[in-house]
Structures are given as C-alpha cells and as structure tokens.
C-alpha cells in the first residue's frame, strides 16, 4: 500500500458537509456507511435518492421540483433528470446578498476591484434589464469575448437570469478561432473588453473585434467594457456601445426566468485541435447541481471560503469558478499570466486575500518548483486548507512539492473530468488521505469505472476511463447536431451505453485513481500501451528541463517514442543531459517507456487553454496537416517539428 502524504484528523471529518450527508442518509434510509467508498456505491446504486437529497440539502432555488427524479435511467445518452422541475441558474448563484465580498478581481497591472454580493446583484440587474430590452429572449445565445474580471461574471449571471445561453472565449483567442466557435452559435449580443495585459504586455482587442463583429451572422448588439484603457474610445468599432451607456440604470430587481432542468445554460467549445471545435450544450439544472455537489461535498466549501481558480473565460474550470457563488463563497478572479509581474504573484494574492481554496494547473505548480519558489516560507498561508490541480496529471514530484513547500497540512486534491461534462469524474475526498501521485476517489453520484478493450472492468492496470451510468452534467448535446449522431459518436461508439471520457486510466489499490493521459495519444511501442504522463512524470525530475512532450514515430513495422524537451535558458541538450533522462526513465518506469530519440526544441504547442497537443506535433513529425491551427495559443511552434533530422534514422 502507498503511504498517505497527508490525512484528515477525526475531529476535520466529522464537520465536514460530507460527513454530515452520511450521517443523514443513514438517519433516513437505514445505510451503513462505514467510509467513502460506502458512500459512493450508495450514491450510484440509489442515484434517484442520492440526487433528490443533495437537492434538498443544497437548498436549490426553484419554482417547482416535481416528484420525479431520473427519467429513463437506462437510456445513456437520453436519461433525464427532474423533468417536471423550474429553476433558474442564476437566481442559486444570486442567493446571498450581503455586503459580504462575492467577487474580488485582480489583474497582472496590480489592480485590485471587490463587489459585494448586494453590489453584484444590482449590476446583474442593470445589464439583465439591458439585454431584455435589447430583446434577448429564453435560448438566445450571448457571447463573452473577455478577460477573467467581475464584467464576465456579471454578463454571464445576466443571460442566465433570462433563460438566455452563456458561451465566453479568452481575448487571447485569434479571429479565425472567435469565428470557429461564435460562428457555429449566432450569438444576438457579443460583450467584450477593450484589451488585455499579458505578460506585461498590454493588447489592444478593439480591431479584432470590429473583424469579428462584422463576420457573425445576425448579431444585433456589440458591449465594450474598459479593462485595457479606463475610457477607450469605440470610434474604430462601427455600433459599439459602451458597457455603461448599455446598462439600464433604474433596474433594481431581477426577474429569473424559471426554465426546465435541462434548459441550454452554457456553450462550451472542445480544444478544435482535430478539426472545428464541438459546441458541447450544457444544461441550467446539471451543470448547477454537479458544481454543488463538487464544492460543498467534495471540496467542503462553504460561505465562510473564499475560491481561487487560476483559469481564463475560455477554459471550463472558469464556469466552475463561478458556481461558487451557489455556496456563498468570495471568488477571487485573476487575469493575466500566472508568472506576471513575477511569479511569486498568485501566492501574494492568495496570502492578501486570505484564500482558503486555491485552484490551479499542474504545469503551473510544477514551473512554481523549477522558479524555486517556497510560497509557505515567503506568504502568510494560515488560512489555506486545499490546493486544487487540474489540466493534466500531476507528477509524484508535485505532490511532494505541495507538501514540502507550500503547507504540509492540507488537501491536494487532483481533480479530472473535462469541458465535456463541464465537471469532475475524479477529485478530492475531505474524509479520504492523499497518497501520492493519486486522484483521491472518483466522484459521488459517478458511476466512474477503467475499462479493458472488451468492456471488462479492471483494477490495478490500466484502461479506458469511463462511466457506465447517466449523471446530471451530461451534455445536451452538441449544437447543430439534430440527430445527436456527433454526440453519439464522441462518447458512446467505444462502449455502447456507456460514456468513454476519452483517458486512460487505472484504479489503484487505495481505490484512488491515476490518469496515465489521453487514450489517442497513448504510446504503443512494442505492442505495449503507456501512457504519455508516465514519461512526463520522471521528465520532470530531471532540473534541466523546464517542460516536455512524448509521441509515438510510426518507425518501420513498430513505433519508436521520441521525447521532446524545453530546457531551462543557455542550456544545450548533449549526451551527458540524454543520458540522464533515459536512466531517469529506465529506473522509475521500464526500459519500453525510454525515449528512442531526444530532441531539444525551444517551445512547445498548447491550446489556448494551456494543454499541449501531442496530436498535433505527432501530425506534423509524419507530414500530416493540422486540421486547426487556431485552436492553438502559439501555432507557430509547431514548425519547430517539421523535417527534423533526428528524425530520419
């Protein structure tokens, strides 16, 4: 068995929301719920019961509920949830109205803007009663092209006040792909910033945004809200208007407009690295009550916290971001890069603000221990309880990293799910220990299992991750896909009924879980799966190399995998370095997963949203075309792969 790192006292488990829920279940249904993995089996084999009672004991505002829970729930995809229920996404995230801070927004200039959550009422209002004015109507599209501030938050409350659909991209986001996306959806209203500072750069967005506006059908009202400039002039964006001129400022109340359960609250866009992106459809009821489910139970959260996620508008975990607000929780927004003005900046904020749940990637906390940052030593972190890590599989190295040199004395939960179910498969246990290198415990109501190639359960080795039963935060659906083919084809051609996420998997002995990477980007050399976060894991070991990327060279009758390394600055790689890097591999993994080749190159794609696409370079090493280059933050690394020499023998 693996030793936990960390693990919650007695006295920790019991005030937890979670323990209290057992406690209930057993009062009511006459469970025995010795653990968590009690818990969890209860909650899938009772999901009806499971879910009708976090709906009561979360409080969910709603005009009505209806008696019935799961309608269908065979059907997979079709199963429906609260089919005779009316609610209002916005009206739960409205809740508290206090002078209490709901949102505290920073930005790498080093501002600094707090609103209560009575403030951010009255400012829903204003923009709510603008867009109905302006005639936005139940399941009409609202855009967000915008940077993490209060603005995005306020506009996205106020479309879902109106029954109206949220779909938001990061200003970084080029032309062609605000179009791949927007284009698909026909937006009525695009909200906007004027620009943004990245890097200590600032950017100016208000020509691109002429471009985009003129190229969306049917849009009928562009909104431009100061972020780069305080008063930016609109002369160069034919019929803008500004955010303030567009408010209506007599509005004092909101009228939430009760939709069905499974009414389009969110658009969100799949990474567009293979192709157009897909316009993934979430609903007002699932994404609300899975993002409950997540804060309260699996990350404890209450109004007493305040949230921190370090993401930008066109990555998912920025919707689940402001689901905290359901909670009653402060958000704390960022916008701008993570190192900048320098990279100790994250950790003042976290220690100004007094973050008790601090969300991040885990490439971001792995670059925190290359810089040689030690945030424990250097902030006040007294009030930080957990670290959240998503976005890629968190090395062995990062956990011992967290506990080392942030605080040894709190929850890192690695959490995985995806855009796909704008929500978690995977995450964190406040009543479970952390063990190394592992997710803690797949999620409550989740009926989260590892497949072998025929649909056989496996435990202890590896295999497809996937879910055998339906769950509330399921799509919709994709839009433009009336016969739901896309849909069908994107999750449930591997296994029949049941949703493939797309990962390869293990569940460890500990019943946690490893994400080994994604299942079409899996090395087969040899005939021998592995996983591409295997290598990446010892990689990042290794103190000369800043970051890397593994594919698999179709290399005559086999594949041969070859390494891609970023190094730290002035560094060459040479023999001495390759060296290194293999008996680092060969010692912790086994001599299939060494590298048959080493390459240094100077950058390494991502998507916007910072995943880096194996995909793509493996396309390029084999003279394949990449099919959307303008899914990618830095498209122009990829010719770093092109006709490379260390590549022909």
Known sequence: MNAPLWHPSPETIATTQMATLMRRIEAEYGAQLRDYADLHAWSVEHADRFWSLLWDSFGVIAEHRGKRVLEAPEAMPGARWFPDARLNFAANLLRRRDEAPALIAHDERGRRRELSHAALYRHVARLARALRNDGVEPGDRVAGFVPNSEHAVIAMLATASLGAVWSSCSPDFGFQGVLDRFGQITPRVLIAADGYTWNGKPIDTRPRLAEIARALDGLDSLVVFPFLEDAPSLDEVPGAVAWDDYLDNDAEEID??????????????????????????????????????EHRLHTDLSASDTLFYYTTCGWMMWNWLASGLASGATLVLFDGAAFAPDPDVLWRIAAREGITVFGTSARYLAACEKEGLVPGRDHDLAPLRTVLSTGSALSHESFDYVYRDIKSDLLLASISGGTDIVSCFALGCPIRPVHRGQLQCRGLGMAVDVFDDDGRPLRGEKGELVCTRPFPSMPIGFWNDPNGERYHDAYFATFPGIWAHGDYAEITPEDGLIIHGRSDAVLNPGGVRIGTAEIYRQVEKVESVLESLCIGQEWGDDIRVVLFVRLRDDLTLDDALRDEIKTTIRANTTPRHVPARIIQVDDLPRTLSGKLVELAVRNVVHGRPVKNREALANPEALSLFEALPELRD
Not at 260 to 288: E, M, N, Q
């Open 256 to 293: 939430f407009l009760p939709r069905p359960f499974d009414h389009p609250l969110y658009i969100l866009y799949s990474s567009g690295t293979t192709g157009t992106p897909k316009c993934i459809v979430h609903s007002a009821g699932g994404t609300l009550l899975q993002h409950l489910k």
